[in-house]
């Protein structure tokens, strides 16, 4: 079933129109008619099934006939990637949305590349935050995950107790395999994981996240790519989290 992310309320037996570009994916892309069904979400953790009634203008009005079931993230994964080329960043975005993650924060740590920099504009930005609103509605979330503004990691207060720290590092001296954390994680509300640009983070920056208690985790004898590590990371922490829940 087609899903749409409505920036609306959303209740049982309301009747909304909603507008373009929606509208225009039902009607001319999708070429729905009337009696068609498809869901609504609008960010609050509830999805709706609504029914097609007519075209009218520009608008598709429609009718809400049920509310699915409530879904919660039990612990917020909220991620702190370097910033690296634009279209890696897009991948990145894309991916770990359908993963699930409630926040993405693109950060200037000391080997970011002033080009990557640069070229994260603010247009670029506003592209991130479509790319995760539709990655949402393919992949059946209800939370849209939030992407913030740039920040500068060194200015960042990492030091929040009922926040869990993690650092993917490539070096396997000094650091922790991810299974390690299958219990410990569940001590927490949330978790920060950051994620270091090309070339990795500098020791001088390892030496501050373990300052601040944070748990450095290696991935394997492999040395991933960013964006790499990225995905792979957050799939494997996302399982060790529904493998406790289960």
Known sequence: MHRFFINSDLRKGLEINLKNPTSHQIKNVLRMVEGDQFELFNNTGNSYIARYMSFEGNSVKCLIIEQLE????EIKINVFQSIIKTSKLDLIVEKLTEIGISSLTPIVTERTQRKD????????LKRLKKISIESSEQSGKVFIPTVNNIQILKDLDISKPDSMNIVFYENIDGAKKINSLKKEVFNYKSVSVYIGPVG????????????KESEVINLGNTIFKSDTASIVGIALLKYLVLDNLN
């Open 200 to 211: 990795g983070f500098s020791d001088e920056e390892i030496e501050f996240f373990k300052s």
């Open 117 to 124: 920099i640069d070229s994260l504009s603010e247009n670029k």
């Open 70 to 73: 409530n879904l919660h993230e």
